[in-house]
């Protein structure tokens, strides 16, 4: 059974820094995706960040949303079985329930509309909640 949790959460001032942790269990990293996605209330989730981890040609291909591009890094440890979202200059819109997941065992990289696709995905972690204050 996969397992994600998610850690590394908070409140923090615009401008400043969180780094999100994806501990995942049942799943091996080389088996292929891990995104990370979030949801502000009254709004729909939305993809964040995915990243290819496995063995094949394309592991190691990111796509981020282009709300995040340039100030969003996603990482893996696989010795940790933990994948990352280093968060910097954040923003106030950037306050939301945040989210990784793990889709099935993939075979190369996927596009950027695949990889952001909360449909790709079959397992969940709970969230952990990000507040950026003005």
């Known amino acids: 059974q996969v397992q994600l949790v998610e850690s590394g959460g908070g409140s923090v001032q615009a401008g400043g820094s969180l780094r999100l942790s994806c501990a995942v269990s049942?799943?091996?990293?080389?088996?292929?995706?891990i995104g990370w996605f979030r949801q502000a209330p009254g709004k729909e989730r939305e993809g964040v960040a995915g990243?290819?981890?496995?063995?094949?040609?394309?592991?190691?291909?990111?796509y981020y949303a282009d709300a995040v591009e340039g100030r969003f890094t996603i990482s893996q440890d696989n010795a940790k079985n933990t994948v990352y979202l280093q968060m910097n200059s954040l923003e106030v819109e950037d306050t939301a329930m945040y989210y990784c997941?793990?889709?099935?065992?993939?075979?190369?990289?996927?596009?950027?509309?695949?990889?952001?696709?909360?449909?790709?995905?079959?397992?969940w972690g709970q969230g952990t909640q990000v507040t950026v204050s003005s």
């Open positions: 997941a793990a889709a099935g065992t993939q075979l190369g990289a996927g596009t950027r509309g695949y990889t952001l696709r909360s449909g790709t995905y079959k397992s």
């Open positions: 049942g799943y091996k990293l080389d088996w292929g995706l």
């Open positions: 990243l290819y981890t496995g063995r094949f040609g394309g592991a190691g291909t990111t």
